[in-house]
């Protein structure tokens, strides 16, 4: 089964300051999926990367994805606290099943 | 017009119930699926299900049933709930058979007393 690891678990940082979220993925996979989730709330889809060295972007927030080393990065710019959720990557995996990663909670403070 | 529906959004109920969850999504996708998300946020998938397949997680209980009335619909029935069931359900669909993104539902908060 592909196992999919997320670190950090949490993540508090200060507003204005950038970090990465790694994403790392046991066996081969040809797709990863970011997505954000808010407290209570649902999830909701940010980022499909479709091949290796795929670079996507969005506000302040960009992935990458390295197939070869088997590991996706989501990359914070400036963040700012509307950015506070927990955000997971996913991995597809045999039988097109998604296969999540244990989710990166995220605090931004003032 | 929402996209991915649940119904109900909160059910609470005792150990040894029988109950349902009810799922639409109104997007034309091929694929649905279910998934349970713990009290740690741990996401895993129970079921996948397109008019061709249906793929169940070894690790779920045969008390858990998906039935698919028609393409828009995945509901999930439970026998015998047990007080590990009490989690978050999500349901959701894709296109392609799961190659594509999924889009989730709002999610149904089960609580098992």
């Known amino acids: 089964e592909l196992k999919v690891e997320q670190n950090p678990l949490f993540l508090s940082m200060q507003e204005g300051k950038n970090y990465t979220i790694y994403c790392n993925y046991s066996t081969t996979s040809d797709r990863l999926y970011w997505y954000r989730q808010d407290p209570g709330k649902s999830l909701e889809s940010l980022f499909v990367?479709?091949?290796?060295?795929a670079v996507k972007q969005e506000g302040r927030l960009m992935a990458s994805l390295d197939t070869k080393a088997r590991l996706s990065t989501l990359h914070i710019t400036a963040a700012v606290h509307d950015l506070s959720a927990t955000y997971f990557c996913?991995?597809?995996?045999?039988?097109?099943?998604?296969?999540f990663g244990t989710g990166t909670s995220l605090t931004v403070i003032p | 017009d929402t996209a991915v529906s649940q119904t109900p959004k909160y059910l609470v109920t005792q150990m040894g119930n029988d109950k349902s969850i009810k799922c639409e999504q109104n997007?034309?996708?091929?694929?649905m699926y279910w998934y349970k998300q713990d009290s740690k946020k741990f996401l895993k998938i129970m079921f996948s299900y397109n008019n061709k397949e249906l793929i169940i997680n070894e690790t779920v209980p045969n008390r858990f049933s998906p039935k698919s009335p028609d393409k828009a619909h995945l509901n999930l029935h439970i026998n015998s709930l047990e007080l590990g069931d009490s989690a978050v359900y999500f349901c959701a669909s894709s296109r392609l058979a799961g190659r594509e993104t999924q889009y989730f539902g709002p999610g149904t908060r089960l609580l098992v007393l």
């Open positions: 990367l479709l091949s290796n060295g």
């Open positions: 997007l034309g996708h091929d694929t």
């Open positions: 996913a991995a597809l995996g045999t039988g097109n099943q998604f296969y």
